[in-house]
């Protein structure tokens, strides 16, 4: 992963070209997820690192988005969590790592004091245990599985965390 990662973030027609496949996207949030580890690119491949494995988003011939597990998985845990730090006191869950991207790309994270985190899809959550004390803010996606991811993130993190809040993507775009 390191070296696709590396490879993305020396890119810069790469990273153009995803830009102008997703505007709501900045250079500096791609090639800053790509220099922390957690991002790469390979054979058409946009790749998303796990402590414990690899997801892939792509597009198939027919122009279908394909997202696969290239091995391990998500066991628990929220891309970009283990970029965590005693000192992150909010963080930002959104319903997956695209959508984190994009929060990166407004600039909502505060190195050392918040992290912008992607569930590796609405129906897998992470462990509530390294959000205690977290004052937690679910950026939801404005469907049922996102009102649904929510409510159940809520659940699962209000015994540990600080505080947890839900808010709507289409909020956070404005």
Excluded at 35 to 56: I, M, P, Q, S
Excluded at 101 to 117: F, I, N
Excluded at 140 to 145: G, H, P, S
């Amino acid at each position: 992963m390191a070296t696709a990662g590396h490879r993305l973030a020396a890119d810069e027609e790469l990273i153009k070209r995803l830009c102008a496949e997703r505007p709501e996207w900045t250079p500096e949030a791609i090639e800053g997820a790509a220099h922390e580890g957690d991002l790469g690119y390979e054979d058409g491949k946009l790749l998303f690192g796990y402590c414990f494995g690899l997801k892939a988003r792509w597009e198939d011939p027919e122009g279908n988005r394909v997202i696969r597990w290239l091995c391990g998985g998500a066991y628990g845990e929220c891309w970009r969590q283990s970029l965590m730090l005693r000192s992150t006191k909010r963080v930002y869950i959104t319903e997956g790592e695209t959508d984190a991207l994009t929060l990166l790309s407004l600039g909502v994270e505060e190195p050392g004091a918040s992290l912008v985190v992607g569930l590796a899809g609405a129906s897998i959550l992470p462990e509530p245990e390294p959000y205690a004390g977290q004052d937690v803010v679910i950026i939801e996606d404005a469907d049922l599985a996102g009102a649904d991811a929510g409510e159940r993130l809520v659940e699962r993190l209000h015994p540990y965390a600080a505080s947890t809040r839900r808010v709507s993507a289409r909020e956070v775009a404005i």
